[in-house]
């Protein structure tokens, strides 16, 4: 099964959006927009960039967890990866959003 994004608002008005895998776990989620076409910008974004691994920005926490960032072209980060116990599973993580991203499935919930 392809993944797909979800799309929500919160009380405050704010638009976000989360990349599911297939199983319907979360490996990506994006910042707060003021706008739902701001939010749509996003996963544009993410679709257009999730294929290329320049843009990913794998990084270790300080208490040796690891994640990673993905960024656009002009280096925003578009979306953050959940905290991942290893690099090799940040890695599983990566492969799992260029995989996903570029999918145009959007569910707004």
Known sequence: MAGWYELSSNDQGKFSFALKAGNGEVILRSEQYDSK?????????????????????R?????????????????????????????????????????NGPGTTVKTV
């Open 59 to 99: 990084k270790d926490a300080s208490d040796g967890r690891c994640y990673f960032n993905l960024k656009a072209g002009n280096h925003q980060v578009i979306g953050t990866s959940q905290m991942y116990k290893d690099a090799a599973g940040r890695d599983k993580g990566i492969e799992s959003v260029k995989t």
């Open 37 to 57: 076409a701001a939010a749509e910008n996003g996963i544009r974004s993410v679709q257009t960039n999730s294929p290329q691994d320049e843009r990913y920005d």
